[in-house]
């Protein structure tokens, strides 16, 4: 008769008692530590929906572009200031002209202000600092902001129109 064989796992025995496992001769290997996906998932989900609510907050509550930004007052006519010299510091001048364009509302001004203005704004000052562009853009913009003052907002620019210092 044929031998009948059963074949099962090498640490039971047949019958149903296990067997003690053999010891290893290696040490058992750390087992990795499971990755802690869920938690970066969760964190991305958080961070772009964050990111999210606060892109359609902005969206919603930003001012309209024309109304944040108010628009400048049309260009109007032309005033010529004849060139003047103006006293710089040792004993140096300035001769300077300029222009004075109003906004368009605005009527004719008085000429002998704006003369003035110029000449106490670039009196006693030196020939370096007059000639150095970046000042003189300086003094163009605070001639500009004091004739505005003086004509009550009818300026609109101020362009020299003639400048030599000797």
Known sequence: ??????????????????????PSTRPAA????????RKGKTLAVVLVLIVGVAAVAFLLTRPEDSAATPQDPEPG????VEPRNI????????RMGFAIELVAEAEEVPVAQATDIA???FSGRSVDEVND???????????TRQLTEAYDGEVHAVYFTDFVTQ
């Open 1 to 22: 008769m044929p031998e009948t064989r059963v074949i099962g796992a090498p640490d039971r025995k047949i019958g149903g008692a296990q067997r003690p496992p053999a």
């Open 30 to 37: 750390p087992q990795p530590a499971a990755p802690k996906r």
């Open 77 to 80: 006519m032309t005033i010529m």
């Open 87 to 94: 006293n710089l510091a040792d004993g140096r001048y300035l």
């Open 119 to 121: 000449i106490a704004l």
């Open 133 to 143: 562009a970046a000042h003189r853009a300086e003094l163009k913009d605070e001639l």
